[in-house]
Nanobody, 116 residues
Framework: QVQVVESGGGLVQAGGSLTLSCAAS????????MGWYRQAPGKQRELVAA???????NYADSVKGRFTISRDNAKSTVYLQMNSLKPEDTAVYYC??????????WGQGTQVTVSS
């Protein structure tokens, strides 16, 4: 079974940038949905950005204009470019991949901490 692993998290000052990567152990061609979620302490996991085959991209209102999701099928990788980071972006970020047949795969998460 394909696994996904996130990387690129870290500590950054407010206003800074980070790029998260979600690398799959196999082809992501069969995954029509690739998304980034985040979960802050004491809060529910929320969808941050997603890219859906044949549909396009969508973003949470809180990150529109600052975050960009992209996928590279040749590298089996999905990226989340995060600019103008705010302290409220601090969370564990998770990658999720889904197929049209209902298979859903989660990564282990990567911590993003934005200091004020």
């Amino acid at each position: 079974q394909v696994q996904v692993v996130e990387s690129g998290g870290g500590l950054v000052q407010a206003g800074g940038s980070l790029t998260l990567s979600c690398a799959a152990s196999g082809s992501i061609f069969g995954f029509n949905f690739m998304g980034w979620y985040r979960q802050a302490p004491g809060k529910q996991r929320e969808l941050v950005a997603a890219i859906t085959s044949g549909v396009g991209t969508n973003y949470a209102d809180s990150v529109k204009g600052r975050f960009t999701i992209s996928r590279d099928n040749a590298k089996s990788t999905v990226y989340l470019q995060m600019n103008s980071l705010k302290p409220e972006d601090t969370a564990v970020y998770y990658c999720n991949a889904q197929t049209v047949w209902g298979v859903s795969i989660w990564g282990q998460g990567t911590q993003v901490t934005v200091s004020s």
